[in-house]
């Protein structure tokens, strides 16, 4: 179980990575990883989904979480960055080298490393995501209406998608940046689409829920445990799940 | 966090089923019910069978979706097709055993079906598919049935897909137990169509839950 939780003005962000009870039974580690950062009105969130198939996929989204979120922190306090699609791309291209270097230090392919990344810099007024695989970013704006800022890529069948340790895998890689305030932002791996998304869709019930009981409680980051865990979710998927949610709360910095 | 709504569950449950309608399918069989009907018979019987269980069944009965692919590409093949509108089926057995032919047929079925749901963002669970053998395959190079049964192994091995043996005689049963392509094999002659096709149903019923898919006795998960 993997966790970043943050309370900070004006971002209140709590985010969890839950091992599926599939990986559970078969003794496997939970291979997704989550990173959240604030740095005062900016918020950094990185999720990434280890390849099952993968022999290090554990590793390999644990790598590519944090070395995106640490090097778009380490650029913002370098000084101010434009917030532009290259930036997040960027982030993306470093935990990719990251990766690689691993691979070299541990004698493995880089296959071995597989993992999905979806990486996003948001601001009050604006947010900006880079992402190669599946899982998706979703924003709730001023009209409470939610919306897709970054959908999951999804191959043949629902169960394939593309990795950042992919050898093409900029053809891939998607980046947006939306000139328009995120009050919400629930970023997830696969193992959340099916009661996130409805037939690929914002299901803004789901949704609301989620993100009211982090907006109007302390307790948001257990209660996103319980529902990690609960019934519910081991209802629809076997597989590892990692939800992120984040409240903009206005008057606050 | 309690009572967090999440939408209603469409996911497909899609059954494959690849039928030996060859000759020999028109004859009577030993074992239940045999004497009495032709293996055709039996095999329709059975199917119906399976067909309104799903029906009735509270979850199958809206995500159910069933394919047919004979092995002699009888104009009753039916492409995969909703368990409320399944047709009735009337099979003419005839001619021989091109089973490569009908598993290449029934495999590029799948990925298809599969394919289309997924561009419309709906998930199904673990497609299972049913081959029904009454004798050797026949009729076609037996390379082209190699790779066939390669295919759908591969399926297997990636765990992509649930495969259920119904043969008619015991060898049968040992033919496609050696191909090592099914997680479980049935006996018909022993057991009966309708209990085989028991089986393949309260599977279905299973995986449909989101739970593992039965398996006769002897199977491998």
């Keep these: 179980m993997r966790q970043g939780s943050i309370k900070t003005s004006p971002w209140k962000a709590t985010a969890l990575s839950r091992v599926g009870y599939g990986h559970e039974e078969a003794g496997l580690p939970c291979q997704d990883s989550v990173c959240v950062k604030t740095m005062g009105r900016i918020l950094l969130m990185a999720v990434a989904d280890g390849a099952g198939t993968a022999r290090l996929g554990e590793l390999g989204a644990s790598i590519a979480a944090s070395r995106s979120v640490d090097y778009l922190r380490d650029k913002i306090l370098k000084g101010p960055q434009q917030l532009r699609v290259e930036l997040l791309s960027s982030a993306v291209r470093e935990a990719r080298r990251s990766l690689a270097s691993e691979a070299r230090k541990l004698r493995c392919h880089l296959r071995d490393l597989h993992s999905t990344l979806i990486v996003i810099l948001a601001t009050p007024k604006a947010i900006a995501v880079a992402h190669v695989g599946d899982g998706a970013v979703l924003v709730r704006d001023k009209t ?59 299901f803004a019930p789901f949704l609301d829920s989620v993100s009211d009981g982090l907006a109007e409680s302390d307790e948001g980051h257990a209660k996103l445990e319980t529902l990690l865990g609960s019934d519910l979710i081991r209802s629809r998927t076997a597989d590892d799940c990692t939800l992120a949610i984040a409240c903009y709360k206005e008057g606050q910095s | 966090m309690t009572a967090v709504p999440i939408p209603e569950v469409q996911r497909f449950t899609c059954i494959s089923i690849v039928a030996d309608t060859s000759g020999s399918m028109d004859e009577t069989y030993s074992g239940k019910h045999g004497g009495s009907e032709t293996k055709m018979q039996g095999m329709l019987r059975g199917l119906k069978e399976a067909i309104q269980y799903c029906r009735n069944h509270p979850t199958l009965s809206r995500s159910a979706v069933f394919s047919l692919t004979t092995v002699n590409e009888s104009p009753a093949d039916v492409p995969f097709t909703s368990v409320q509108q399944f047709p009735e089926l009337h099979i003419q057995a005839s001619g021989r055993t091109p089973l490569g032919a009908a598993l290449h047929r029934a495999t590029d079925g799948i990925a298809d079906y599969l394919h289309g749901l997924n561009s419309q963002g709906l998930t199904w669970t673990k497609p299972t598919m049913v081959i029904i053998t009454d004798g050797a395959p026949n009729g076609e190079p037996s390379k082209y049935v190699e790779d066939a049964i390669d295919r759908v192994r591969e399926l297997v091995v990636a765990r992509k897909i649930f495969v259920l043996a119904l043969g008619v005689t015991a060898e049968d049963v040992a033919r496609i137990e050696s191909l090592q392509i099914a997680h479980g094999a049935i006996e018909v002659g022993k057991v009966g169509w309708s209990e085989a096709f028991r089986v393949v149903s309260a599977s279905a019923a299973s995986l449909a839950q989101g739970q593992q898919p039965l398996l006769p006795t002897g199977g491998t998960p």
């Design chain 1, 144 to 202: 409470d209406t939610w919306r897709t800022i970054s959908s999951p890529h999804h191959g043949a069948s629902a169960t394939e998608t593309v990795f950042v340790t992919d050898e093409h895998y900029e053809k891939h890689l998607r980046a947006v940046v939306q000139r328009e305030a995120p009050l919400r932002i629930v970023a997830f791996s696969d193992g959340i689409e099916s009661v996130a998304l409805d037939r690929m869709k914002p």
